[in-house]
């Protein structure tokens, strides 16, 4: 029997409104229902004093792939903004990533070859051949001065564990580069969606029925029952009622506080290595789009511990739950008529531009095959 829609959409992140977008216009009927109350997923921005807040952690867009920039700015057109953020370590800043302009703050070397002679010998010195901690991964990678400066701290407030009891495959590579440039990302195109993320998302969805504050949980049957199909989009355990356990996550604890000045720290992000915060960075809203306004917004980024009561940011991805994710994944194959997709139903981290490949991937497949 033909139902009300052709696809059941769960979740508006980036994920769910790529597939809506697709299959609307491949002319199929659909509807995205988001527990939330906006639409948007993590890319949500939260308008304060005209300022774009980016409500679950600051989304600067960047990739190496033409046709999904060419995607995106259908929908939106975008800045040329850079992410280029700044460590505060020891009362002193230094220039993110490590580049010539790091090392000439930490070392004084003025050339590539002095900041390359400097680097070996602290390797020499400080690293070992079999790293079992993280810790001794990174000084196996950079040396003591950039580990103990710009490292060390910042990492044991994002996992909340003493860097020689983390494992050392969490820092696999970490990049030095020998110019003096501070652009964080190696992609060809970057940039902001002028006006904020939430145009990139309401074109997408343009023309889509979509209700919020509505949880697929609160009555599967009944949503089961409207759709032919439904793409899910939320978390893999959730879905399975958590039968096979817990897949774990670290989350973040974001404190906003509007500032009655104009520039409150010149850029961006700046990274806080120090214990002695409790946030690892703060991040100024307004410099994503180059704002003017009287007022700023700046936002403190707390990491926390995660429960089934706060947001799931950051898969732990270790053995023990990969294997568990591994579990679901296999019940998840035998679902009929389940699209599964987006960061929570894969428990991985994914940047925007890989959900939207993803997304158009899946559509493209299951549209196709119709
Ligand atoms: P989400 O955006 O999480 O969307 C899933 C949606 O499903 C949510 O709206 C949720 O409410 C809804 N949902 C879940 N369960 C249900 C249910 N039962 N019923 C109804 N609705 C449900 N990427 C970049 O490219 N650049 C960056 O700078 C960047 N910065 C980031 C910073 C942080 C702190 C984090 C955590 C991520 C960052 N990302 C960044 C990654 C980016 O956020 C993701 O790639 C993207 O948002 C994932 O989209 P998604 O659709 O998979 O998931």
Redesign the pocket.
Known sequence: MKKQYDYLI???????SVFAHEATKAGKKCLV????EHI????YCENIEGINVHK???????TNDKAIWDYVNQFVDFNNFIYSPMSFSKGKLYNLPFNMNTFYQLWGTKTPQEAKAKIDEQITTYGTKNPQNLEEQALSLVGKDIYHNLIKEYTEKQWGRKATELPAFIIKRLPVRFTFDNNYFNDTYQGIPIGGYNKLIEGLLEGIEVITN????SDRKKFNSIANKVVY???ID?YFDYKLGLLEYRS?RFENEVLDTENFQGNAGINYNDASYGFTRIIEHKHFEFGKQKKTIITKEYPCEWNPSNEA??PINDDKNQTLFEEYHKLSLKEENVIF????SEYK???????IAMALTRSKKELNND
Do not use: A, C, W
């Not at 229902?33 to 939330?36: A, G, L, N, P, W």
């Not at 981290?349 to 959900?355: A, F, G, I």
């Open positions: 769960i979740g508006s992140g980036l994920f769910g229902i988001d527990k939330r948007g997923g993590n890319i679950y952690g600051p989304h600067i867009f960047h509505t949880d697929y949980f989009s939320g978390k959730e973040l940011f950051y997709g987006g960061r929570l981290y994914y940047d925007m531009h890989q959900v």
